[in-house]
């Protein structure tokens, strides 16, 4: 394993019924890095997400964090592993029935030992380091979509984990939101030195934050590199994908 990848995929196989989602998934994480998964709709970008955070299981492949393989693990050995990482999902997933400062707070209030003053001391400063000042006692009703974006983020980062995963972190912004986004991902991946994986196709988005981009196609990672790399890249389905042309190997129906 290289020394910098912090997390390795090998030969991730995954079925849903006759349908084949991935089909021998090779890819490295490394430590510290903004690493960008992109493809179409439906390839199975979120599947891939999910089996890195143990949410499923594959059928075939290894998955490995730090040299440990931890797709063989039983559920309550993978419980800890998940301690290291947080997690935005489509959409933020924050819960309506409870405040900003209390949707932020939960990791720590199920997981910690922190008297409730602390939790909102904590709460507070993780959504001051994602822009957002004097919003604790808001309800999820009140926030625009970028502002729940934000929110879900300093939820994901609460509890210091090592890396941090996002599903579609710009689905439903406009432009201007989207690029807002990624001056957060940036700014709060600098200052913590996490790793982060998102998995996206937004490509100015990708553009903007990537280390490293790969795509999935088909249920493989065709092609992977950096911003330059990717964008010299002569591969047909990739140019297609990156120019957003509809005419291409890679059919619409």
């Given at each position: ?32 890095k ?67 400062g ?81 001056d ?19 490509i ?41 042309r509809?005419e ?6």
């Amino acid at each position: 394993m290289s020394p910098v990848a912090l997390i390795k995929i090998v030969g991730l196989k995954k079925y849903f019924g006759p349908k084949k989602v991935l089909d021998g998934v090779d890819l490295e994480i490394e430590t510290g890095k903004i690493t960008v998964i992109i493809g179409r709709s439906g390839e199975g970008k979120s599947v891939l997400l999910k089996h890195i955070i143990g949410l499923l299981r594959p059928d075939e492949g290894q998955i490995f964090l730090e040299g440990q393989e931890i797709t063989a693990m039983r559920e309550r050995e993978f419980n800890e592993v998940r301690k290291r990482f947080g997690m935005l999902f489509q959409g933020a997933a924050l819960f309506d029935s409870m405040s900003v400062g209390e949707n932020v707070g939960f990791p720590l209030k199920e997981h910690t030992d922190l008297s409730d003053e602390d939790i909102a001391k904590v709460a507070g400063e993780k959504l001051r380091r994602v822009g957002l000042v004097g919003v604790e006692k808001m309800t999820t009703a009140e926030l625009s979509g970028g502002m729940k974006k934000r929110v879900g983020l300093a939820r994901a980062i609460v509890m210091d984990p090592e890396i941090v995963l996002f599903d579609e972190p710009t689905t439903g912004l406009d432009p201007i939101m989207s690029d807002s986004i990624a001056d957060m991902v940036l700014d709060t991946q600098r200052e913590l030195k996490t790793t982060y994986v998102l998995i996206t196709h937004d490509i100015p988005f990708t553009y903007k934050i990537a280390d490293k981009i790969a795509m999935l196609h088909e249920g493989k990672i065709i092609e992977q590199g950096s911003v330059d790399e990717m964008k010299k890249n002569p591969n047909s389905v990739l140019r297609q994908f990156l120019e957003g042309r509809a005419e291409g190997p890679i059919k619409v129906y």
